[in-house]
């Protein structure tokens, strides 16, 4: 079952842009944490941006000030606008969910990650 699913990627020359969206299809309400993560080759997977559940967005300091996260609760989506893409900013960027969910008594959270989309920067 897919419960996230990316969209958005491609190539792009350095100093261009790209949004990513991400379809969502678990409830909005019931996420604590949403967020972006990217994988370049031959790397660890790293925080790009995230939603926390305390109602902050906190950025990677690689990205700040050029990339954007928002989130549409009535289209069930998480975008990441990136602008003044770097050759650096080059990997597949992931879409990241924690649910949160009350059963039995407590609560059990889940961990869900999308198949990712390639992003490609050019220099």
């Known amino acids: 079952q897919v419960h996230l699913k990316e969209s958005g990627g491609g190539l792009v020359e350095a100093g261009g842009s790209l949004r990513l969206s991400c379809d969502v299809r678990?409830?909005?309400?019931?996420?604590?944490?949403i967020g972006w993560y990217r994988q370049a080759s031959g790397k660890q997977r790293e925080l790009v941006a995230v939603f926390t559940d305390g109602g902050r967005t906190n950025y990677a300091d690689s990205v700040k000030g050029r990339f954007t996260m928002s989130r549409d609760f009535t289209k069930n989506t998480v975008s990441l606008q990136m602008n003044s893409l770097k050759p650096e900013d080059t990997a597949v960027y992931y879409c990241?969910?924690?649910?949160?969910?009350?059963?039995?008594?407590?609560?059990?959270?889940?961990?869900?990650w999308g198949q990712g989309t390639q992003v490609t920067v050019s220099s």
């Open positions: 678990i409830s909005m309400y019931s996420i604590s944490t």
């Open positions: 990241n969910a924690v649910q949160r969910v009350l059963g039995n008594g407590e609560v059990q959270e889940y961990d869900y």
